[in-house]
């Protein structure tokens, strides 16, 4: 069956990025697209949780949270603390509630991370592009959580992607193109059909998007993880620490037998060492 049938759960996966796309010495090692797993009949609830807490701590809804700036004391003054004319306790506080409401509305997290040092160590120059590369991955999670409940459908939204790549092709057509030929062809490593992912993404800006914000929390929060702890990954032994802010949303990802979270809920690509797993419960 085709992704445009009607029976059957509606879901929609909302994804930004962090870290750089490209290559080069001063980008970041890592690049992440992560993001959020909301069933479409209970994202207006879901929004209207995070637009409630927004107004009850930060005094209106309008406000984008952004979990780089919320951290970092210089943008806390400058975009929140400041303007809004709230303690840093309040802003704390809103945060807080907002890390609580991952895993609820029956949502579930995903994420796909490329490891651009053993990209080039594995594939040389014939390395695939980290953005094109950590894109597809996070489809086939996506896809196969799809799967596996039996949901019908499988929408997207994207955090509107600024900018163009060094062969000045813009970001939001490369992701179309992309998106049509994993639909058309399906994922040329593993053979995945992409039969229940919608035929377009759309665009949207985070500011406007209550539920975009907290996928920018997943995106950031798992690059910190693997800046932080990224060669246990392949080469470490049980279990794995967490990034603070990373622990508190680990819970959410998708798992596989025994809650296993490597392959299921976060891809790391390439895999140096496919031997050790990881789980949500026992981090061994």
């Known amino acids: ?10 879901y929609r996966l909302y994804i930004d990025d962090s870290g750089e796309k490209e290559w080069g010495e001063r980008a970041s090692r890592y690049f992440v697209y992560a993001g959020i797993i909301v069933p479409i ?4 609830a879901l929004t209207e949780k995070v637009r409630e807490l927004k107004t009850r701590h930060l005094g209106r809804d309008d406000v984008e ?28 506080a809103a945060v807080d509630e907002l890390y609580g409401l991952f895993g609820t509305h029956e949502t579930k997290l995903v994420a796909a991370v490329i490891d651009k040092v053993h990209m080039r160590e594995s594939y040389g120059e014939r390395a695939w592009h980290p953005s094109a590369t950590a894109y597809q991955f996070l489809l086939q999670r996506y896809q196969l959580f799809l799967r596996r ?11 509107n992607m600024t900018g163009a790549s060094r062969a000045s092709n813009q970001w939001r057509d490369l992701i179309r193109d992309q998106h049509r030929t994993l639909l058309r062809d399906g994922c040329r490593l593993t053979k995945i059909r992409f039969t229940h992912v919608t035929k377009s993404p759309r665009f949207g800006d985070s500011a406007k998007f ?4 907290m996928a920018d929390f997943v995106a950031y929060n798992c690059l910190r993880q693997f800046r932080d702890h990224g060669t246990v990954w392949d080469d470490g032994v049980p279990p794995l620490p967490l990034y603070p802010a990373f622990q508190r949303i680990a819970q959410h990802f998708v798992s596989g037998p025994n809650r296993r979270l490597d392959g299921f809920g976060i891809v790391k690509f390439p895999r140096k060492n496919p031997t050790i797993r990881w789980y949500l419960v026992r981090n061994e």
């Open 149 to 159: 409940i039996g949901a019908a459908v499988g929408e997207i939204t994207i955090d």
């Open 65 to 92: 949270l952004k979990c780089n700036w919320v951290r970092h004391p210089k943008e806390r003054e400058k975009r929140y603390l400041a303007p809004l004319a709230i303690t840093p306790e309040q802003l704390d």
């Open 1 to 10: 069956m085709r992704a445009d049938r009607s029976d059957g759960a509606r």
């Open 210 to 213: 209550h539920l975009l914000q």
């Open 41 to 44: 009949s209970l994202e207006a």
